[in-house]
């Protein structure tokens, strides 16, 4: 079978393409990198591939709002070609400002570039800290259905945001995407226990870290597995109790999946 390809979105601002490139490179992809102009240009390009990766940084300096305009340009844009990308069961991750993107597109929650959903039942909101928030988290995840993932793993993963609170419209939003099973990940502590402030670090509603769609191909976190592809990345890696790269894991997950 043809290597899976992979396509790392770009915009100005974006600064996680390279190590999001490398980090599916190493898990098996043939990744690109493609600024969202020549994609606009060239829609096609989303036939050729089979996985679409929105990466970290800051699109656009934030200047409107986290993700903003990089999603105002995927409505207006690549509506169509999105969602016919897909309904072919192909799959998509949004990395930090990659998830605001997505939310902010409607490819979260529900899995359609619409402006009807954009932004309108979930949304990321500045940190409770009310500072930039930069360490390691653990996650645990808990979803059955998200394919990047199986549910019960914890993982350690690295954020660095501003605006990472996740916030669902209200209690009933928040009622159908766990009862839809799309809550892919979870803030817990070492010992795999919810808590409050650093544990959650940016007081995002039940501690939720990244969700996925209905059908578990398109997912969104605040965490950033590229910065964890290797047992070197992390702060703790000499003293021992890391055995795995954690984001290199969600990548090959992902590999495995379509491959």
């Not at 400002?97 to 359609?112: C, E, I, R």
């Not at 990321?124 to 059955?144: I, P, T, Y």
């Amino acid at each position: 079978m043809a290597q899976p390809r992979a396509l790392v979105l770009r915009a100005a601002g974006t600064n996680c393409d390279r190590e999001t490139a490398f980090a599916l490179n190493k898990a098996g992809f043939a990744p690109d990198r493609v600024h969202i102009f020549r994609l606009m240009e060239d829609p096609a390009m989303l036939g050729q591939v089979q996985f679409l990766v929105v990466p970290g940084g800051f699109s656009y300096g934030d200047d409107v709002g986290a993700g903003k305009i990089l999603a105002n340009q995927m409505l207006a844009r690549l509506a169509g070609p999105l969602n016919e990308f897909v309904a072919a069961e192909k799959l998509v991750l949004g990395i930090c400002n990659g998830f605001q993107v997505l939310l902010k597109s409607g490819l979260l929650p529900w899995a359609k570039v619409s402006p009807e959903l954009a932004n309108r039942d979930a949304t990321l909101g500045w940190n409770d800290s009310g500072r930039f928030e930069a360490r390691w988290v653990h996650l645990r995840a808990e979803s059955e259905k998200c394919v990047f993932l199986p549910a019960g793993e914890q993982i350690s993963l690295p954020i660095a945001h501003g605006e990472g609170k996740f916030i669902p419209r209200d209690e009933q939003i928040l009622g159908a995407l766990k009862e839809g099973d799309q809550v892919a990940v979870r803030y817990v502590d070492a010992d795999g226990t919810e808590g409050g402030y650093p544990v959650n670090p940016n007081g995002s509603v039940d501690d939720i870290a990244g969700i996925c769609d209905p059908t578990g191909h398109v997912m969104g976190l605040m965490p950033h597995p590229e910065r964890f592809i290797h047992i070197t990345h992390h702060p703790q890696w000499t003293r021992g109790g890391v055995d795995r790269p954690d984001g290199l894991d969600l990548f090959q997950r992902a590999f495995e999946y379509l491959k």
